[in-house]
């Protein structure tokens, strides 16, 4: 329903929730979302939040309604059979009110190659008033987290795109030092817990900027077509 071929698409995905906080465990899984106990909660929440609803047809993919303690958690994406393909992983605010919980970060590893495969971020930022957000792309940086070079995506590119006004391009960035506050990305990761890039990594990419309520997708690439493994993180650096 999104342009994508029956083909290009990740047939019958999986989901799968590890907390961090309790070593890693599994604290969920999903593979058909029709066939969870929360359906019908997946179905009214979706509507709630603004979710595009699954197809009439598509009872394969995979989603879950949880409440969650404060932590730091993964979600883990496969395909039923070791089948691969593109996905999109959504994660929603779906409290109605405040909670005195909020996200402070959302982050996704993926291949990133060309054209529709791509890695593609989206995020809202609600309310009245801009904020401040923190945007990566990393890719060398992930050799020191178990990645071999050949592996990563060695140098990501980022754009930003406002949905809202025609999905213009808002900012890019190539290699985040060359930016004009570069110092500032540095010492605001710090603040807010980004992993340090490492000091060889000069081609990761990376944007600290000031963004009015809005939808944004955020799309890393690699420079002269490449290909490989990125981590595309959204903070919010306020």
């Keep these: 329903g999104q342009g994508l ?129 923190l945007l990566r792309a990393t890719g060398p940086t992930l050799t020191t987290q178990g990645l071999g070079v050949t592996e990563v995506l060695a140098d990501p590119t980022i754009e930003l795109h406002d949905a809202i006004h025609g999905n213009v391009v808002v900012a890019t960035n190539d290699n985040w030092g060359d930016n004009s506050n570069a110092a500032a990305i540095g010492t605001t990761g710090a603040r807010i817990g980004a992993t340090p890039y490492a000091e060889t990594d000069t081609k990761s990419a990376a944007l600290l900027l000031t963004l009015q309520p809005g939808i944004y997708t955020l799309i890393a690439s690699g420079k002269s077509n490449g290909s490989g493994v990125v981590l595309v993180e959204v903070y919010d650096a306020d």
């Design 5 to 133: 071929g029956q083909s290009e698409v990740l047939l019958d995905p999986t989901i799968g929730v590890h907390d961090g906080s309790q070593g890693n465990v599994v604290i969920a899984t999903n593979e058909n979302w029709s066939e969870g106990p929360d359906a019908a909660a997946i179905t009214s929440t979706s509507a709630a939040v603004g979710a595009p609803a699954f197809l009439a047809s598509d009872t394969k993919s995979a989603a879950l309604v949880l409440t969650l303690n404060p932590g730091v958690y993964t979600f883990v994406i496969n395909g039923k059979g070791a089948t691969s393909g593109i996905v999109l992983l959504e994660i929603y605010d779906a409290d109605s009110v405040s909670t005195g919980s909020k996200f402070v970060n959302i982050s996704t590893r993926a291949f990133s190659t060309t054209g529709n495969n791509v890695t593609i971020g989206g995020f809202v930022i609600s309310g009245t008033a801009p904020k401040q957000v």
